[in-house]
């Protein structure tokens, strides 16, 4: 028989490609985030697989593979495991709440040798194998989920490319919801109706994007958008297409139908400008074979600049630099500044970090170094440490909106919560800032904890220990709190 086992082995690996053999959870599977949905600075690199508003949910290997890296942090993807097949894919599990215990032992090994509890860590190469179908951990809500679920994506190993895993065999449901047009008159953003009018193609807008469309102009296509392969330099393209003022209005998020002059987004298959003279179109949007939208549009004047130059705007103590082609297009911004304020105005979304400037003429000295900017544009909100810099205080950001000097001298704040029959530990943090583990220890011997940010709480791993539980906590600006609690 060694010819047919030969021949078996030669099929095994071909037998596997591109398949997803198991699925990451019990079935059935339903989804609360397609691939590529359109958010804050990016595309959703996944799906979103929902976990019935609980954690703990058995997640399995979907094919036999290795552990190439394992992340856990208090944002992001939290609890993060990637996982490399022979098949040349990499399958990603995110927001997890637990690690199958051989995994864990690895993880708790190394973040005791490092002294560290935020880790990216990469086990050498088939250390760590997993069978196809084996529990590699449980489902949660670690890092920045907005709920219990687990976030499945697929990358080509090589590319690191974001791949589609439904044809690749992620068994779920068709998506239900139907992509929209929306127009923007008198600067507010409403659903299109039977016909248009807008100052400029920028004034439109598509929901559910990720779905793919098409826009046709007096029946020829101009411009076509799918994401169906992507890498994570081109995320930037996320922020170039939404249309901020439709989300802050309609709390939708919306891609503009017209491809950005100076920074095209990834996903345009076709790319052609639209016409630029005023007068009526007809305009119609598909999607796959059903239309969207179609109907006439009346364009009005209004130019696009394609070229952007460095800008500076200058105010007493403030300045506000945005290096050339920082925006999606060219617009005007107005610039406000007083004392410890600064406005900028509209809050166009920034595609490459701007920096603001503040020279104040008097701030003590011991503050130079505990100064942040809280800073929010219709999306959300930042807060910017700053950096000192000669006469002033400098921060870097992508936000550009409304923002307010703050000074933190404090350390976080410390306050016992409870011990549970697990032998874990939870402490309060809170800051104004984004805090960071230094140290926890119990009778001064390390012990793991982890900062569960969107909980203002850390937990620490205590067992059985009595003693002394020791913490050291700090915000982005340095601030340090030792705590200590006897247990
Ligand atoms: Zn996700």
Redesign the pocket.
Known sequence: MPHLRLWLLALAPFAALGQIRVQPLDEPLSVS?ELAELRNHHF?S???LRTGGTTGKNVYAVAEGWVRRIVIRPDGYGWALYLDHPTGHTSVY?HLESFSPEIWAYVRTQAERLGEYRLDLYPPRGFLTVPEGSVIGTSGNTGA?GGP?L?FELRDQASEEILNPIPLGLRVPTPVAKPRLWARQNERWRPAGDSLSVSSWYDLAVTLPEQGFSVYVDDSLRAEWALSRWSFDVQRGADAGLALSLHSQQGVRGFLLHPTPTQPAPGWHVHLSLPNQPGRYRLTVNSGDSVVWSGPVRLQSRELRAVQPRKLLESESWSLELPAQALAWDQNLSFRAEDRRVVVAPDAAALKPVRYEWHPDQLADSLWDKTYLAVRDGRGSAKIPGTRIEGGIRFTSKTLGSGDVRVDTEGPECRFLRREPSGRVWIQVRDELDVEIVRASINGAWVWAYLDAKANALWVDAGSEIGQLELQVQDELGNLTTFTHIL
Request: glycine share 22%; charged share 10%.
């Open positions: 985030g959703h996944g799906i979103d995110a989920s679920h976030h």
